[in-house]
């Protein structure tokens, strides 16, 4: 239940990071559209987001712990963005998904996506710690 509800939250804040961020867009896996498929698609990202993010990024993080540390966790916006790229590449090569414009695009659509899943996370905090 706190896998979903996690997914669903990451879903969605990546729904809100499309609408505020120009340069990130999600294309339906459904060419025929609908809102049954979109919300599918962005269920889908979130999962490759957060195996990306939990594989990669926790291998990233561990190696450039000296960086971390030099610049006070602001390099984390960097690798937050192009792990957002790397999701892009992977869901384009599947004929659908998330689409980032370039690495500035990247860097601001991982930082409102943080900001949205962590006041999300707040928010329902009581329903995911049950």
């Known amino acids: 239940m706190r896998f979903l509800l996690k997914l669903i939250i990451n879903a ?3 729904w809100l990071t499309t609408l505020l961020v120009s340069g990130v867009t999600v294309k339906s896996y ?5 809102e049954f498929p979109l919300l599918l698609t962005y269920l889908l990202v979130a999962l ?3 195996v990306v993010n939990g594989i990669v ?10 960086l971390y540390v030099l610049t006070l966790g602001l390099i ?4 937050n963005g192009l792990l957002l790229l790397l999701v892009s590449w992977i ?12 690495f500035w695009d990247g860097v ?3 930082l409102i996506l943080a900001i949205i899943s962590w006041l999300l996370g ?8 049950r």
């Open 57 to 66: 990024g926790t291998v990233i993080r561990v190696v450039a712990f000296p």
């Open 122 to 129: 707040m928010i329902f905090r009581p329903a995911i710690r």
């Open 91 to 102: 869901s384009d090569g599947m004929g659908f998904g998330l689409h980032v414009d370039g």
């Open 12 to 14: 969605f804040a990546l």
């Open 108 to 110: 601001w659509a991982a």
């Open 30 to 34: 459904d060419p025929s559209g609908g």
């Open 48 to 50: 490759i987001f957060g």
């Open 76 to 79: 984390s916006l960097i690798v």
